[in-house]
């Protein structure tokens, strides 16, 4: 699991942003907590309720985080933030290669 080193979150997981991720880390169960990463395939970006990281097979060694969110609601809204960011900062097409290629640099391992 890969966390961005600008990790964006909002206003309710602002406080408790550490204690999230060390909860993520030691595979305790969240409820109404929501992580925005970097889809692998055509799409943008991945909206995953942390329940499902309690299932045995999910693969969450590969996921590159960008965000937690508390609700679908306030995910989604963070979700068009980050669109929106991104896009400016590396140009609308641009931005999740430039994710990807620049992993090492931009994100941490957890």
């Known amino acids: 699991m890969y966390i961005y080193k600008n990790l964006v979150t909002d206003d309710n997981c602002r406080e408790k942003k550490n204690s999230i991720i060390r909860k993520l880390r030691m595979n305790a169960g969240l409820l109404d907590i929501y992580l925005i990463c970097l889809a692998n395939n055509t799409d943008t970006f991945d909206i995953i309720d942390c329940s499902n990281l309690k299932q045995k097979g999910y693969p969450k060694k590969d996921l590159l985080i960008l965000?937690?969110?508390?609700?679908?609601?306030?995910?989604?809204?963070?979700?068009a933030r980050l669109f929106v960011t991104f896009s400016a900062i590396y140009g609308r097409e641009q931005f999740k290669k430039e994710l990807f290629d620049n992993q090492n640099t931009l994100f941490r391992r957890y």
């Open 67 to 79: 965000g937690i969110a508390e609700g679908k609601e306030s995910a989604v809204e963070l979700a």
